[in-house]
């Protein structure tokens, strides 16, 4: 089975801090996501990665960097931390090819204060 | 109009019922589709992928209809343990392996 491990289920930060949030995955996928999920607004993707050191800006990128410095493991960082990005975070990974889905992480809840 | 649209619901249906979920999409190229499903704060987990000639597994059935661009999902004998969002996702072939998820149907089942 695909496992897509987040650092921490609960994280609470205040207002201007650097936040960070760790994935890997134990699969060897060659992508990487991260999105935020809403209530009412579904899933939003932030940042993608399809291979070491290679990132691409989702649709809401702002306030938000990424890094992959190995193949397994994805970095989602909050430069200064506002409350509007109190959200639902989820990484997940796929393989590449035709008719491959992504595998989730069980997803950060994350409370800027 | 939006990439993926789906009924938010939600749709409340008696135990051993039989249900059926539509989702559209816009962009006719979109080459690979799936079911997800998530349970309440949880993540989405793949339920199955959606073939062009339809698929089924057990009690879940999906369906493809590209000249409408359309999938559906019938779950049939309907379980307590159904009770979830089901989200609709598309790979709309725009490169990276992105894919478009749906806000999702919920469906409660009830005794």
């Known amino acids: 089975d695909v496992k897509v491990t987040q650092s921490s289920r609960y994280l609470v930060k205040r207002t201007g801090e650097k936040v960070f949030l760790e994935c890997v995955q134990d699969m060897d996928h060659e992508n990487m996501f991260w999105y935020r999920q809403d209530p009412g607004l579904g899933l939003r993707l932030i940042y993608f990665s399809y291979d070491v050191k290679m990132k691409e800006k989702g649709d809401i990128p702002e306030g938000y960097s990424v890094s992959r410095e190995k193949k397994e493991r994805f970095s989602l960082i909050l430069e200064s931390a506002s409350t509007n990005q109190t959200s639902m975070y989820l990484c997940?990974?796929?393989?590449?090819?035709?008719?491959?889905?992504?595998?989730f992480g069980d997803g950060t809840r994350l409370s800027i204060l | 109009r939006k990439e993926v649209e789906q009924d938010p619901g939600p749709f409340n249906v008696p135990e051993g019922a039989t249900v059926a979920f539509n989702c559209t999409y816009s962009?006719?190229?979109?080459?690979?589709f799936f079911w997800y499903r998530q349970d309440c704060r949880k993540e989405p987990k793949l339920l199955m992928s959606v073939y062009s000639s339809g698929n089924e597994d057990g009690r879940f059935t999906a369906q493809l209809n590209r000249a409408s661009q359309y999938i559906s999902l019938l779950i049939r004998d309907s379980k307590l343990s159904d009770s979830a969002t089901y989200l609709c996702v598309v790979n709309p072939n725009t490169g990276f392996q992105k894919l478009v998820f749906g806000t999702g149907t919920r469906l409660l089942v009830s005794p």
């Open positions: 997940a990974s796929s393989q590449t090819g035709l008719n491959q889905p992504q595998h």
């Open positions: 962009n006719s190229a979109s080459q690979s």
